[in-house]
Every structure is written in C-alpha cells, then in structure tokens.
C-alpha cells in the first residue's frame, strides 16, 4: 500500500471563525492556532452543515445532509449501518480512535472508531428530543440566559474536568501508539468541549484578558426575522435584559475558553512530536459550530447567520501542502472524501452517497468546491429552514417565513436582506428554483414531526421500569496497566520506555 499518513482531527465545540487571528480577530491569545496557520492552509468560507451540536457532527462523519441520515436534533439518533470516515479508514489500513465528545445519541457509540477513549458530556438517549406541535413550551433542558447573565470566572467546571480527561486521554493513546507494535497509520479525533457555553472559565484563563482587551458586538441591533426571534424565544432571552457588563463577561469568559483550546492543542502538537509523528501527521483544526456572542441580538448558534454557521478549518501538513489561504466556500461534508483521498484508498467508491467533494484541489492551491448547503431542523425552528451558499450569496429559506438573501461580500455582517427587492427577483427565483430539487421541504416537515412523535413516546418508555442508558461506558482493563506479576519486570519497562534504548 503507498505511503499513507497518519490524520490528527482537533474539533473545538462551539468555535465561530471570527474569534480567531487568523480570521481577523485581535483579541484572542491563541498562540499554537496561529502558527498551525500561518504554516497551514486556512479556509477563509468554511461552514458547518446544521448549526448545532449532533447533527454537525453526524454531517461530519457520515458526508451527508442531516435530513439525508435522520440527524434532526440533538437527540436524533445516529443510524448504525450510515458509513462514516471511520469505516473507511478502517477499510483502508488505519487504526482509528475518538477521544472527547462526538454527541453519538442511541446504541451505537462507535460509529467506527475502533476504540473510544472517554464517555461523552452529553447524553446519548431520546431526552432532549424538540417538540415542533408545542413551540410555545421551552424546554427546560435547553440554553437559557443564565449562561450570559452569570458569565465570569471560577475555580473549576464540568468542561474543565471532562476535556482535561479528553487531553491526557488522547496524549496516552500517542504515546501507546508510538511504543507499540501495531505500525497501522492512525486517524485521531480529539474533540473539546470548549469554548461551548456557559461562559465560565477558570481563573487563570479569565486573567488572561482584561475587560478593556474586550470586543464589543459589532452588531448589537436585534436582527427581527421571524427565526431570530423564535430563537429569542427558545432561549428565553424575550424575557431576559442582558446588560453591557454581561455581555463584556460572557465574551472574556468565552475568550478565556479559546485559549484554553489553545493551550490544548499546544499540548497535543507537542505530543505528536515527542512521539516523533510531527513529520507524518496531517493535522486539521476545525468546529463544529459557531457562537453568535452578542451579534445581531442573539446567542449560542441555530442561526444561518455568519457567526453561528462560519467556523474555522486549517490544514497543517509541512512539506505537503504550501500555506495559502482557500477563498471558495467549502463545509464539513467536504471532510470525509479528503480524508479518503488523504488515506490514498483506492478508487472513490462510496458505500452510501455523499453530499460532499473531496478538498485536495483545494489544499493544492487548485481550488475549492464554491458552495455550501446547509440545513436546521432543531430547537427554534417551527419548520425546516434551509441555506445556500454560492460565490458572494447566501439564501436563507423556510417555508414559514420570508427569504434571505445577502450578498456578504458587500455585507459580511448581513444587515440588508436583499431579496424582497425588485433587482434581486431573478436571483432568488433561482434560488428558490434551486430550494425546490434539493429539497421536498413538504416531506422533510412531515418526517421530523414523525421521528419526534416517536422519541418522545420511546423515551418515555424506555424509563419506565429497569432503565440501561447507552451512555458510553470506556473499556479500561487495569489488570493490563502499569507492573503486574504477568509480566517479566525488566521488559515491560524497557517496551514503555520511548525512545527505547538501541
């Protein structure tokens, strides 16, 4: 088989683009990102498929459109027999592990990767299951205000404990790699929780900025189509004032939580080359969401606009890739047949269609796809609301509600909605034209109500009686750990030692 290098994915929860350097922002100290940049090839148009958590990453995984694999919500489960980059590096001779969250709901938390090194934040089973017949009724398992309102600095959080375990987890698993005997290539996800809401962050990474270091949204007007205020809704901020103080804390803290990420991935590249893989891992930093912090009146994501759907995606692989910078949109369906063809797999034969193309032109300096399609189907919807990326245009539709068009060329913080204006007819006759053999929007509305409906009626009886959780449970065998009798003393450690003696 040709030479095939080793893949190192770092996803960070809830990173929108546009609180990175090298995506113009000057506040962010995120050191080891930006020199991963500067020697790296930087999407500039990179886009998640479906603002939010699970069905990002099912996307992600699986190359396809959420409504193509069921992947509504945060609590849609994610079918077993859907292929994902994980089965196909199998496939084709790689050792494949997640460490750290990928929001897998039902039994199947694998999705292959051969071997998980945590559980997951999040739970794996039907309760966060949206109910679009009873909108009005906010869910008291989803985002509220309490998050902005409460934003500063603590001692320790849930994140914190869970992504510290994600880190060393993956850095041991590196390490085990390097000092075994299994000579595979790996693809490893490593994938953090942070900088995802709340806005909470330890002390020595709150201290890391200063209020007057703090940006301000650059678009504080409350953006009023009619998503944007169903989303006001849902998080309850129609009923909740939002000071300049917290909206200053809740920026520091979440600030503090990117250079946390930072600092991680500072730990994991110096990792990768104490265990001498530097020199043939490619590494890909990406997201599987945005934040709107503030911008246009709202928060968290499930919004098309830029800061919510936009995230980062740098390729680092010196001596392979020069460093440039891609100006043609691309999204994360574009992950999966790259990393195929990075895997030199053979022939692109796919098990199940996919959505997207491969972005090795792209990394050449050859170009990228140009378009993005997304969707969302969760939480604030009442319908499903589609996008469509193209050149310098974004279409936003929704059956319920009036078009969007914006050309962010002239307008990168979408404040002109363009299309109820005579000029832009054509152009969003062609869009909705285009709406109309992509989607039978019809249908889509019909299917999610009905996989709802359903959920809501297993969960509840799934916990009635004897309750078994899917939640992922680490296969840790501490009978094989550290010194036992098993094993002749001077040889397990001359094996853990690496480099090992010649």
Not at 29 to 55: M, Q
Not at 79 to 85: D, H, K, L, S, V
Not at 248 to 259: E, F, I, L, T
Request: hydrophobic share 40%.
């Amino acid at each position: 088989m040709p030479h095939q290098p080793n893949i190192l994915i770092l996803m960070a929860d809830q990173l929108t683009a546009g609180a990175l350097r090298a995506y113009g922002n000057r506040v962010a100290k995120t050191p080891h990102i930006d020199a991963l940049a500067r020697e790296g090839v930087v999407f500039d148009s990179f886009y998640c498929n479906s603002p939010l958590c699970a069905p990002s990453r099912f996307s992600f995984l699986a190359g396809q459109l959420p409504s193509k694999i069921g992947a509504f919500d945060n609590a849609a489960e994610f079918p077993a027999q859907i292929p994902t980059f994980a089965h196909y590096l199998r496939r084709a001779g790689y050792q494949t592990a997640l460490s750290g969250k990928m929001h897998f709901c039902g039994p199947d938390q694998l999705h292959g990767f051969e071997e998980r090194l945590t559980t997951d934040i999040y739970p794996a089973d039907f309760g966060w299951t949206p109910d679009w017949t009873r909108f009005e009724d906010r869910p008291g398992w989803y985002h509220t205000m309490d998050s902005v309102a409460q934003a500063g600095s603590c001692t320790r959080t849930n994140q914190m404990d869970f992504d510290d375990e994600v880190v060393f987890a993956a850095r041991q698993k590196l390490f085990d790699i390097a000092r075994g005997k299994d000579h595979r290539p790996f693809c490893m996800v490593v994938s953090l929780t942070h900088p995802h809401d709340p806005y909470v962050t330890t002390e020595p990474y709150w201290e890391r900025y200063a209020d007057t270091e703090i940006d301000m949204p650059s678009e504080p007007a409350p953006a009023e189509d009619p998503h944007s205020n169903r989303l006001r809704h849902v998080i309850g901020l129609a009923t909740t004032q939002i000071s300049a103080t917290q909206t200053r804390d809740a920026r520091r803290a979440y600030y503090g939580a990117v250079s946390y990420v930072d600092d991680q991935v500072g730990a994991l590249l110096a990792t990768l080359k104490q265990a001498r893989f530097d020199k043939n891992t490619i590494v890909l930093l990406l997201a599987d969401h945005g934040d709107m912090l503030g911008e246009r009146g709202l928060w968290y994501k499930m919004s098309f606009f830029e800061p919510a759907c936009r995230i980062p995606l740098i390729v680092h692989a010196l001596g392979r890739f020069p460093a440039h910078r891609v100006a043609q949109p691309a999204s994360l369906l574009d992950i999966l047949p790259t990393l195929r063809e990075l895997a030199q797999s053979g022939k692109q034969v796919y098990a199940a269609p996919i959505d997207g193309h491969s972005l090795i032109p792209a990394l050449e300096g050859r170009g990228g796809p140009a378009e993005v399609v997304g969707e969302y189907l969760a939480e604030g919807a009442i319908a499903p609301v589609v996008m469509i990326r193209r050149a310098d245009h974004k279409f936003i539709h929704c059956p319920v509600d009036p078009d969007q068009l914006y050309d962010l060329e002239r307008d990168p913080r979408e404040l002109v909605n363009l299309a109820p204006r005579p000029e832009a007819a054509a152009l969003v006759a062609e869009f909705r034209a285009e709406v109309a053999r992509r989607w039978n929007l019809t249908e889509l509305h019909a299917a999610v109500l009905a996989s709802q409906q359903r959920r809501h009626f297993t969960y509840a009886a799934l916990r009635q009686g004897r309750y078994e959780p899917w939640d992922f449970q680490p296969k840790r065998d501490a009978t094989r750990l550290y010194i036992r009798n098993d094993q002749e003393l001077n040889d397990l450690e001359a094996m853990a030692r690496f480099p090992q003696r010649g």
